[in-house]
């Protein structure tokens, strides 16, 4: 902790001054002080060598046992807005406060599960204290369990707690949510707007008031256009239960909501070929739990990420994987801390990721080091695609009638199962995918017609329990050779010579041959190839020597990366930065791809580390109606208000929004235009926060919400097969409400008073109502006795041998690559169009690549990471963690600041035609020339000037549907006051 020489006070609002009376107006207090940072350049490590010694793999261990939560006792009340005069001296004495301080460096805590929940102070137990579990809820990270001191009502301390399962040492976001609690411009009481929109200046009410206002509006609204004219957002709160009434809330109204957009496109590339079981999962096939998993890769591939800073929580496994004998290797365009750490760093061209995924695939199999058994049985690759069209041959286009398969729960019907074919080259026949008994081929070009079928009784193929043809025991039982040997890769005829080969090679009942049609068989014929032959000839484009100026790379280093890929175990894990650009998406299929090709699924050690997972929880609590919103991507509200338009059809005017935790001001792309295009056509806007963020200043009516420790709620973590538990550790300060609370406040005013009947314990525990939870015994009552509760055991992706995908395959050949989402938008650009997309290919992005008509404008690309002292914007008014990162900054290479007569230390103003930033420069040897970063989440008040939100653009790949953060060209000068 930095030194501190104000006596600016800390604590609740009584330590600043009394509550102001309602209807006075109100100013968000001012922040500390800024002081400036000190940035000096460091050389780089030098890289160590790989050794090829193999490893025993490390058991997936079973859950760990976790202890009962020590007894606690109510807080005592605290009076909201009351005058309780503090100092800063006082109130760290108080509470104790230094001490949370000295946790940083590892102390203990001051009370542990066998004192009966009490306190102790200088050795003697305290009545007025006491210590519970608290945790984290930042979305993405482990949400970390640790021990909270309460003393005489006030959170004191907290300190880690070694017996939670994973998570058990909290990092400086985590340490510092005692101050985010307090923090001295929190939002204390319903306000309502004073001045002119986005003026900051707000007029104290009553929550009374503040309801009232919300109906009045929405139901004049209302009276005059559809439900949708009313839209809702949300920010990232993971899976906290409660935050969830407030989805229920918007579907009843049937209102409109914003899906985010952001940090989707990789995740929706993998999904196309590995599949998820929810689109809406940012799921990927890894192992679980990851934090023992990990320790079993050879090779740990970390694809722009900078886990050092952005993942505390996972880095600490990888580093101990290292130490075990795992090599890190580290691709990444700027040289990073996890960098410097890495065994191996490979800098490449921004947004070329993919070009350098593809080349690495075609060394592998130009030097043979695919994994043919694993294509073979647990791909796609043997599948017969037509020339005609690119659609995989299915036997119904040889006259095998389709047969029934399971009900679609959607719509009802009965699904048809028509089977992809695939060539045996041993009986020289068709057959249906998963044939037993068969080695499909796994390279070759054919011609193929209803001749060629082996004609038997029985069914065309047996299917899984998913309903998928061909991917049951079939695929595991078939007998292995090489493909690439049983088939020759020219031009071949099949059906020359083989007439009667049906009656020769199959006997009636046959299990898995396909069925006698019920009419002639066509006598089309098709010309055909297996999608492994399409993706071999499609990779002989992307050749090391032919990518190495795309990719900024050596051809001898993409050979080395393609080497190292192959030889597994290897876990890859990527940042979210590759995937903001316009080409992300594709990277996720390339990334897919090479997995695919290596058979880097189902075993110890390999796949996406750290990968998200469908948690279980009685979804239809949402839909009590039975009635849905609509949603809308945030890149296109604006368009829709403008047009009156959305997917083609009339939309309602959008005429209000709900806000609820997020930054939709400044925490997505093109900030200015959400401001001119958005927020200013809006009759009445509503936001919940907690601080005064950028989105709160543009509200009407603001509503003040609660943090952690004021509230119980639960968390079914999307990071691993675990239910966390939130206890409720003091009473909500001030006149904050849960989100739960507002929604039923606002729900019952607006007449669904008999869908809002519930307590925040009832929600919980209906929403915990859910298979597997149910089986297992969890419950909020099981929650709050041990914490934490496993709820599927340890697993390896895809070790069943089949996968969530349409064929069940591994589809690096995508028949249909589906858009994210429904909007209408044709794919009609070079990109997107659908004679592309089977396999994975590179293309440049709109701004970030040279030659582009934006870098010649502006020649900078700018870029952002996650820093270490924030989560989002979540932590930006946090004193700590503002001493550690006083002010915006902005990263630049040397070379490129003395180009511009810029030094270290000075402010610089980033530009283009959206907006501009005002940064102060860090001159930094670890840049690559031309590239510009900068730590996000900083609000608009703590720039002098701008915001780097204001830069960006919401261009978007129609497929994708995903914010381009980094796809941004800017120029940069000299900050004149």
Known sequence: MLARTDNRRVGHEGAQDASPPRGAAVQPQGDIPLRGLDQQPREAAPQRGLDQQPREAVPLREAVPLREAAPQREAAPQPH??????????????????????????????????????????????????????????????????????????????????????????????YSQIQRLYATDRLRYPMKRAGERGEGKWERIGWDEAIEAIAAHWKEILALNDSHAIAFYGGSPGARLLSLATTRLAMIMQASSFDMSADWAIYHGLHQVYGAASASTMSAPGNEPFEDDIANAKHIFLWGNNLSEAYLQRWRYVVQAQRNGSKLISIDPSETTTALRSDKWYRLRPASDTALILAMCNTIVAEGLQDEDYLAKLTVGPFLVKDADGSFLRMSDLGVKPTEGPLDPMTGQASLIDPAVVWDPISKTAAPAGTQGIVPALTGSFVISAADVAIVEGPAAAPDESGAPGTGEASESSATTDATDAVDATDTTASEGAAGTAAETAAPGTPGAAAAPDAPRPAETFKVQTAYQLLVEHLKGYTPEKMAETVDMDPAEIVELARMAADGPVTHMFGLGLQAYHNGLQYGVALGTLLAITGQTGKPGAG??????????????????????????????????R??????????????????????????????????????????????DVAFSDTAQWADILLPGTLCFEAEDVYISPMNYVVQHYGKLIDPLYECKTQSEISRLVGTAMGFGDLFAFSDEEALSELLAAEPLVSLGIDLAALRKQGDIRYAPPSLAGAAGSFPTPSGKAEFYIENLSPRIMNGVAATTAQSSPDKNHLAYFYEPLEAWPGSAALKEYPFILTSVRARNRWHSS?????????????????????????????????????????????????????????????????????????????????????????SFFDCAVGLRKWEV
């Open 608 to 641: 996406i580390g750290a990968t998200a997972y469908d948690f279980p929880m009685n979804a239809m609590w949402l839909f009590p109606t039975f009635t849905f919103t609509n949603s809308i991507s945030v890149l296109d509200v604006a368009e829709v208000i």
């Open 643 to 688: 047009t009156g338009k959305y997917a083609g059809n009339p939309y309602p005017p959008i005429k209000s929004i709900f806000v609820h935790g997020g930054g939709l001001v400044g925490g997505i792309v093109n900030m200015n235009s959400m401001i001119e295009d958005v927020f200013k056509k809006q009759d009445f806007i509503v936001c919940v």
């Open 875 to 963: 932590n930006f008014n946090v004193p700590w963690l503002n001493e550690l990162e006083p002010e915006p900054t902005l990263f630049i290479n040397p070379d490129d600041a003395a180009s511009l007569g810029l030094k270290d230390g000075d402010y610089a103003e980033a530009y283009n035609a959206r907006g501009s930033a005002v940064a102060k420069l860090c001159v930094s040897a670890g840049m690559r020339p031309g590239v510009l970063s900068y730590p996000k989440g900083w609000q608009s008040h703590q720039y002098k000037s701008g915001n780097f939100s204001t830069l960006t653009h919401s261009m978007y790949d129609p497929l994708a549907m995903n914010s």
């Open 81 to 174: 807005g009351a005058a309780v005069q503090l100092t800063r001296r006082k109130f760290l004495k108080t509470t104790a406060a230094l001490a949370g301080a000295a946790a940083l460096s590892g102390t203990v805590a001051c009370t542990s599960p066998g004192n009966g929940g009490k306190g102790t102070r200088n050795g003697l137990a305290s009545e007025n204290e006491r210590t519970g579990w608290g945790r984290c809820y930042h979305g993405g990270c482990f949400a970390c369990r640790y021990n909270v001191t309460v003393r005489e009502g006030v959170v004191a301390r907290i300190t880690p707690d070694t017996t939670a399962p994973f998570g058990r040492r909290p990092c400086l976001r985590g």
